[in-house]
């Protein structure tokens, strides 16, 4: 397939026929030092294993379960932290807007501006980030099949903006539950725009009884190795030096210390289905 190919101003290519892509950090901006740290821990990961990487934080989390949940330092802080991250490390770095109001300071600091899945059909946030001209990823609502993103597509391109990445992120499986359809991201695909895969998104528990959503972490690892198989451009993954203790989604993140092995794997299914003459490009 003719796909179509998203560049970044560092030179990182993104497609479904390229090589896999890794867009990782924490969920949520912590603090400075915190921040720091773990993407400096990423970029050697990703230098050893030749990946690109695309550097992911929240500076607020407008989608918390509870009023009392953790939501991130906000927008001048936060995006203060993005741009240390970006000057200290050369990395590209992504954020999620949940208001029309951040979008014009936060197209300031980033690379790629993220619509999350509950805003995923908003049209006037959707085309205030797309006017940015900046590359939207749009995650896939929980509640959306893979075929209503095509008029999210739409939406971006009728605002002048073909710069467009898709992920996956589960599928609302009764209460309290998430499930993924693999066929989703082929169906994606058709779209001929990047697709990514979520993979720790994929494995929460959402919302509940409790003041937070819960996660099924064992399941991340199977998941990554699914998706990359059916040949995408990239895998998204919320990191952690330590989950257990992390403010924001620790029981879906994945640990620092196992991010190496799992990626080394998908790296290894990603050069095969998509065979060795596409990895030189």
Do not use: W
Not at 29 to 52: D, G, S
Not at 66 to 91: A, H, T
Not at 99 to 112: F, P, T
Not at 268 to 275: E, M, R, T
Request: hydrophobic share 40%; aromatic share 6%.
């Amino acid at each position: 397939m003719n796909y179509k190919t998203i560049k970044l101003k560092n030179s990182i290519k993104i497609s479904n026929s390229l090589p896999l892509v890794l867009i990782a950090g924490p969920c949520v901006i912590e603090n400075e030092n915190q921040t720091l740290r773990i993407a400096y821990e990423l970029k050697k990961i990703a230098a050893k294993l030749k990946v690109p990487l695309i550097f992911k934080a929240s500076y607020d989390k407008a989608n918390r379960s509870s009023i009392e949940s953790f939501r991130g330092p906000g927008l001048e802080e936060g995006l203060r932290i993005l741009s240390l991250v970006k000057k200290k490390y050369n990395l590209p770095v992504l954020t999620d807007v949940h208001c029309r109001l951040d979008v014009k300071e936060v197209a300031k600091v980033v690379d790629i501006i993220q619509i999350p899945a509950f805003l995923c059909r908003q049209t006037d946030l959707i085309t205030e980030c797309a006017k940015t001209g900046l590359i939207v990823n749009i995650k896939k609502g929980q509640f959306l099949s893979p075929y209503g993103v095509n008029n999210i597509v739409k939406k971006v391109e009728h605002a002048g903006n073909k710069k467009i990445i898709l992920t996956e992120r589960g599928t609302s499986f009764g209460y309290n539950n998430l499930i993924t359809d693999i066929r989703s991201l082929e169906i994606m695909k058709k779209t001929f725009y990047p697709v990514i895969f979520d993979a720790t998104h994929s494995v929460q528990i959402p919302g509940g009884p409790e003041k937070s959503s819960g996660g099924e972490r064992e399941f991340i690892k199977p998941l990554m190795k699914a998706a990359v198989s059916s040949g995408i451009a990239g895998v998204f993954v919320e990191v952690h030096s330590k989950p257990e203790k992390a403010l924001s989604d620790g029981q879906n993140s994945l640990s620092l210390k196992e991010l190496p092995e799992i990626m080394d794997i998908v790296l290894k299914i990603d050069k095969l289905i998509k065979k060795d003459d596409r990895h030189q490009t």
